[in-house]
């Protein structure tokens, strides 16, 4: 759900009422002379005297009111003006509003009013805008909140996937919006409730508005309630309450649906799509919604509208309990649509996660698409998505953890790539910046510009845009990208509940080895193939947009042919913590590519190439024989 501000929290209310008309009126002509009695004499007082009755005049709209005949106006003549412009929309309050706030956390504090006022156009006195932040401050708590209350906008039936909000937020200009998700940071008693803020942007809070919102938070003393508010979040449409001590809210129920399927409808070529999965030769796909909010979409917007059939739109109806499974798109949790997908009625197959931001792709009988490949076949075929057509590509992007087939794509289409830490907000915040175009993780998310956060749904209608274009399988494609950019040989492994103290001695002496001036520089060999140090380092970004710093993401091996060994560790809590092993092996022998990642060299169907070997040398040569090999049957 997301949050708007109100029109009417600053300008004239809309009143049938003719004397609370006049009345408003006058307030606003007092804020600029000191008597009703006064003309206006100037198209400059006029616009001021617009602007003070909620009123946002053009110049267009200036020079019709004040021609080149015009020597004056009294009160009268401003009334009726007032009467036939249209007011200031909440939008547009909303623009103005957050290029005061400096900090962006969706408040204005006296300072930050008292330099625009004081500053910029008309200049205001200090007095004058003491007064006019007194009048704002309704709670008086020495700031202007500028979103207090106002206007709530929920999905309806309480139902919006992530992306959906962001596209929300985006459309309405809302100051942020509340995901409530068991997919983020979850607490409670059962670990199934998490609470995730994003700002104006759409995108995820930086850490900078969630620690003050933290700080905030410790010093609270009291919290209203209202009992009696019963929203119909089945009701399309707005719901007014009087709530006691604050101003008129307004609940609006919307169609989240609707409003994602309009955005995507400008991103991409649906008649194409159309075309693909219900054409005289049409594709058949199989899409699993693991019961998380993205069913309806998928039901809407690939089964209505593009007609793909209904039979191949599984668990799309939203459950709490997401049918007793755990909503995760990866070959272990999605084993119903891998399994159903290796019998070869389906050419293109897809999960998606329980907030409908990440997803898994399969091609027919169950060719797995792994997700550096995923955004990297994207990137490729960028120009096949219209969207990109207009924009052009600004930039890709890639979290560190990420393989290196994205790098290759830019390297060799000569596009900017960004490496950044783990977490969308670095993307957002390139994108802000108008220098991302496309992004990904590992794991299984990817996303654009054209909303702030990972978007399953849009991964999925890009891969559709990429197969109607080419004429080509998902396998065919995957392979003809291995042939010209090379391959990525790709797996991670997550060990979970490890004692915390074990695992911070082992990253500890893990650096001592890795940081030690020989290691550069040192060889080592898996199957026929040698690997040579290149960097070896904990990684640290420098964000190019506001020089943030974010240091210690990870221990980085990297070696000359940009394969890479990455350990991270995350959490110590009572659970433990978990260690994550990332190994990235590079191979561009095109006898080599076909090879599967989780297969060791020496083993005789391995026909690829793995550092997995090397990793187990590495890691015995700091250790010695008693390290404990990973197992590399584990998926995902």
């Known amino acids: 759900m997301s949050l708007q501000a109100s029109s009417q929290s600053i300008g004239m209310q809309k009143c049938t009422d003719e004397e609370t008309f006049y009345m408003h009126c006058r307030a606003a002509y007092l804020t600029v002379f000191r008597s009703s009695l006064a003309s206006i004499t100037s198209k400059h007082q006029l616009c001021r005297v617009l602007q003070q009755a909620g009123r946002n005049p053009s110049q267009a709209t200036l020079n019709k009111h004040w021609t080149p005949r015009t020597t004056k106006l009294n009160f009268d003549d401003f009334c009726e003006i007032v009467k036939n412009e249209r007011p200031t929309e909440a939008h547009e309050l909303m623009r103005a509003f957050r290029k005061m706030d400096i900090n962006g956390d969706g408040y204005i504090s006296h300072s930050e009013l008292h330099i625009v006022l004081t500053s910029r156009g008309e200049k205001m006195a200090a007095k004058e805008v003491d007064a006019i932040f007194s009048l704002a401050d309704t709670n008086k708590d020495g700031k202007l909140d500028y979103a207090e209350i106002g206007h709530l906008v929920i999905g309806q039936n309480g139902i919006m996937s992530t992306p959906a909000v962001s596209c929300v937020i985006r459309k309405l200009q809302a100051v942020g919006g ?86 995507l409808r400008g991103i991409f070529d649906f008649n194409a799509l159309k075309q693909l999965v219900s054409g005289a030769n049409h594709i058949k796909v199989r899409l699993d919604a693991m ?31 997401f049918g007793g499974h755990h909503p995760d798109p990866n070959l272990t949790y999605a084993s119903d649509l891998v399994n159903a997908m290796k019998g070869g009625e389906y050419d293109l197959g897809a999960a998606f996660d329980g907030d409908g931001d990440r997803n898994m792709v399969l091609g027919k009988h169950g060719f797995f698409v792994n997700p550096s490949d995923s955004v990297a076949i994207i990137a490729a075929n960028i120009t096949c998505i219209p969207y990109f057509q207009k924009t052009g590509v600004k930039g890709l992007a890639r979290s560190m953890p990420t393989s290196g087939a994205l790098d290759n794509v830019a390297k060799a289409l000569k596009m900017n790539l960004y490496e950044t830490p783990t977490g969308w907000k670095f993307f957002g915040n390139l994108m802000d910046a108008g220098k991302l175009s496309l992004c990904g993780e590992e794991s299984f998310g990817t996303g654009s510009d054209h909303i702030r956060e990972k978007d399953g749904l849009w991964a999925v209608l890009a891969w559709m845009s990429i197969l109607a274009h080419r004429k080509q399988s998902v396998e065919e494609i995957m392979k003809d990208h291995w042939n010209k950019f090379g391959r990525n040989f790709f797996t991670r492994y997550d060990y979970e509940e490890v004692e915390s103290d074990k695992a911070n001695t082992m990253i500890k002496e893990l650096e001592a080895k890795m940081f030690d001036k020989s290691f550069v520089g040192q060889k080592f060999s898996s199957g026929d193939k040698s690997y040579e140090v290149a960097v070896s380092d904990n990684f640290a970004y420098t964000d190019p947009v506001d020089g943030s710093v974010s240091k210690n993401q990870g221990l980085r091996i990297v070696f000359s042919d940009g394969s890479r060994i990455i350990f991270r560790l995350s959490g110590t809590g009572s659970a433990g913590a978990t260690v994550r092993l990332y190994i990235d092996s590079y191979e561009k022998d095109p006898a080599k590519i076909y090879g599967d990642a989780q297969v060791r060299p020496g083993v005789e169907e391995q026909q690829g190439s793995s550092l997995i070997g090397c990793d187990r040398v590495i890691l015995e040569a700091q250790w010695g024989s008693s390290c404990t090999c990973y197992d590399d049957s584990m998926e995902d």
């Open 291 to 321: 019961h998380g909010v993205v069913g309806p979409y998928v039901k809407k917007i690939v089964c209505e509208e593009l007609g793909a059939a209904d039979d191949g739109a599984f668990n799309c109806v939203p459950k709490e309990d």
């Open 178 to 263: 509340i995901i409530l998700t068991a997919s983020h940071n979850p607490g409670g008693p059962k670990g199934d409730f998490g609470i995730k803020y994003n700002i104006a942007s759409g995108g995820p809070a930086p850490e900078g508005i969630t620690d003050k919102i933290f700080q905030i938070s410790k010093s609270l003393t009291e919290y209203h309630i209202c009992p009696d508010l019963k929203v119909d979040i089945s009701k399309i449409g707005k719901q007014t309450f009087e709530v006691d001590t604050f101003k008129p809210m307004t609940v609006e129920v919307v169609d989240s649906v609707e409003s994602y399927a309009e955005m």
